[in-house]
């Protein structure tokens, strides 16, 4: 099932409200429409009826897509800070659905699902954009880490990450995205090539780190060191 909830939302820009129904989970198999709304950024968009302006709330829902093979608790951007309890909190969830506590049916479905945990809108779409691709995530935050080590500019911040944005044909089109605005302050493309040769034993330990929890993200080995 995919639920919702309706509420009254201020307009960002001019503080008049407008209704609208919040979504609580997202069932892709049942509402494929609301994947590709996800992807096209036009999901849980509004426009204010009385300036025009387009805002949409931080996303909060559990996100599952039996058929390509994701279940994701998605965060606000704005709990980014609390991610390791958030990430326990996502996989006592995960567990009494699909995992160990979960009842027989229901764990055989688990086991062709991967449970991930994300915060804000650019991480959630890069997710489902490595589901729709077939990118290995672990190896796409390896690739991400050696493109800040190789230096140059750099504009993270708190809320200013690397995300996979789009893939055009062969090249895996990233960018440098203020998540709460969901707006890049700059591209970077790349080969899909790139994404080789992270399997390989010299990044063993730093592919265990990145993927020792449902958190899959380089954001937390930053957030640890
Ligand atoms: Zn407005």
Aim: hydrophobic share 40%; glycine share 8%; proline share 8%.
């Amino acid at each position: 099932m995919s639920f919702f909830l309706p509420i009254q939302p201020p307009c960002p820009s001019c503080d008049t409200e407008s209704p609208m129904e919040l979504v609580l989970s997202v069932n892709a198999d049942r509402r494929p429409q609301l994947r590709l709304g996800m992807l096209d950024g036009t999901f849980q968009r509004q426009t204010c009826p009385a300036c025009g302006a387009t805002f949409r709330p931080e996303p909060e829902f559990i996100y599952q897509d039996v058929g390509r093979g994701q279940w994701i608790a998605v965060e606000p951007v704005d709990n980014l800070a609390q991610w390791q309890t958030l990430e326990d909190k996502a996989y006592a969830t995960w567990d009494r659905a699909f995992g160990d506590r979960a009842g027989g049916p229901a764990r055989e479905i688990g086991e062709a699902l991967t449970p991930r945990v994300t915060f804000g809108w650019p991480a959630v779409v890069e997710k489902l954009l490595c589901a729709e691709h077939g990118i290995d995530d672990i190896h796409l935050e390896l690739m991400k880490m050696s493109i800040i080590r190789m230096g140059g500019s750099v504009p993270m911040d708190d809320t200013t990450e690397l995300r996979l944005a789009r893939v055009e044909g062969d090249t895996l089109v990233l960018g440098w995205i203020e998540a709460k605005a969901e707006t890049p302050v700059s591209i970077i493309e790349i080969p899909q090539s790139g994404l080789e040769g992270y399997n390989t034993e010299a990044w063993a330990p730093l592919r265990a780190q990145v993927s020792a929890g449902l958190y899959v993200d380089m954001n937390r080995l930053l957030a640890g060191a």
